[in-house]
């Protein structure tokens, strides 16, 4: 019996960092092995939605553009997430959100204008080897395909017909100027006393050049926990850990499972995307989701 050949897309540059991601690998957290998966989940939706596939498809995930494939079959294309321009050939497509690549034409992306990490889906999906179910790219662990080089071939799925899904609406979360990121507290804000937790609210942060796909750092104002030494606890997308610098930091989709700081608060899940597209330097502040500051307990007598 023969087999069909699948399609196939050649990296002709990956840009800074293009990682092949779906929504992660779950189940595994009692290994050692994080979810990982995009970094903006609701952009690898989106774009998926816009080109017909199941939301969780392997899609690419582009830092800072630079991303430039060549086709050797059409397909047709959506990007979301960071908004950048699209070439196909030199020549510039007026919507970049959706649009058909014919065959043998090179499609690149530029720099975002806003944001950090803009999404690829292609219809059919990204066809690559799954590791514990996930498709996508760990950094921390090295989990999942590597990122991109030049003269990768990327397998893609079989071709589907002009989607039905409405693009008018269809517009990503991106920080512009100051950005807020609602959480709930816990599940150790209690370790920090009244002062610490409003600086931590009114403090205006700032996002560090030592930030990536496991985690961002950032800068203002410390808190004064100073050192607290807890045993080891499990970590989620989103939560915000405070070190004995006194300078948060909120983890991304590549955290480590465990972590020994105390975690304050942790991020809604639509504002970890939108924390995970905002560049360095970005200004940043967090509001309290209303009802989640417990009281601390009474102390037994």
Request: aromatic share 4%; charged share 20%.
């Amino acid at each position: 019996m023969l087999t069909a050949t699948p399609s196939t897309l050649e990296v002709v540059d990956p840009g800074p960092l293009s990682t092949v991601q779906d929504l992660g690998r779950t189940g595994y957290a009692h290994l050692g092995v994080s979810p990982s998966g995009a970094a903006d989940p609701e952009s690898l939706r989106l774009a998926n939605r816009l080109v017909g596939n199941p939301a969780g498809t392997p899609a690419l995930e582009c830092t800072l553009g630079g991303l430039s494939l060549r086709f050797t079959a059409a397909r047709w294309v959506a990007l979301a997430g960071a908004p950048a321009s699209a070439l196909v050939d030199g020549r510039p497509v007026v919507d970049p959100r959706r649009f058909r690549v014919p065959a043998g034409r090179v499609l690149h992306l530029g720099r975002p204008s806003i944001g950090l990490r803009s999404y690829l889906a292609v219809g059919g999906g990204f066809l690559v080897r799954r590791v514990l179910g996930g498709a996508g790219h760990d950094v921390l662990a090295g989990h999942g395909p590597a990122p991109l080089r030049p003269g990768d071939e990327l397998a893609i799925g079989p071709d589907r017909p002009q989607p039905a899904a409405p693009i008018e609406l269809a517009n990503s979360r991106c920080p512009s100027g100051l950005a807020t990121l609602r959480f709930g507290w816990g599940p150790r804000h209690e370790l920090f006393d009244a002062a610490d937790r409003e600086r931590f609210t009114t403090t205006r942060w700032r996002i560090s050049t030592e930030s990536n796909r496991i985690g961002v750092r950032l800068l203002g104002e410390p808190l004064r926990i100073g050192e607290v030494r807890l045993a080891s606890e499990g970590m989620v997308p989103g939560a915000i850990q405070v070190p004995p610098s006194g300078e948060p930091i909120a983890f991304l989709a590549d955290h480590p499972v465990t972590g020994g700081y105390p975690v304050i608060g942790v991020l809604t899940e639509p504002d970890i995307g939108l924390l995970a597209q905002a560049p360095p330097g970005t200004a940043i502040r967090f509001r309290s989701i209303p009802g989640t500051d417990a009281p601390a307990p009474t102390p037994h007598r």
